[in-house]
């Protein structure tokens, strides 16, 4: 197996909306997906990009992603915040998403970014036992809220 990662390109966004909503199927909530081409094209690769995505891939063939942007601590400053690694289902136990993991690990270093933030599903086992091998420090206070539009 002969993985690349790279930076995703604005051709990339029909691969990245495939990982989308494979990730919300296999999270038992397709129906949640509204994401559209042309917002992805906006809001990820324009002149202020809101997020960016790394990519691996092998022969062509993307296999998964890591999908990240910048927030901002009141008490600690800019943090990287994963939004999601997204890895194809069959292609998953085979190393690909701590390659993405790790690559994103640099980023955040390179960024100089206070943290790494993220979440996981309670249910979510084989990502909780992944993220375990990294020294996560799983928070079991913070209650997840928001507001629909």
Known sequence: ???????????????????????????????EVTITQEMLERDGFGEHPLFWVILA?????????????????????PCLYLEDIIVKESQR???????????????AKEMKVALMVWQVLDWNEPA???YKKYNTEFDG?????????
């Open 1 to 31: 197996m002969s993985i690349q990662l790279r930076q995703a390109q604005k051709n990339d966004i029909p691969a990245i909306i495939d990982l989308i909503k494979e990730l919300a199927l296999y999270e038992k909530a397709p129906h």
């Open 57 to 77: 891939e092998e022969n062509n063939e993307v296999l998964g992603m890591s999908f990240y942007y910048i927030r901002y601590s009141t008490w600690k400053g």
């Open 93 to 107: 136990c085979k190393g690909i998403g701590k390659l993405l993991m790790d690559a994103t690990i640099e980023k």
């Open 128 to 130: 909780i036992n992944f």
């Open 141 to 149: 206070e913070w209650v997840n809220c928001k507001l629909r539009f």
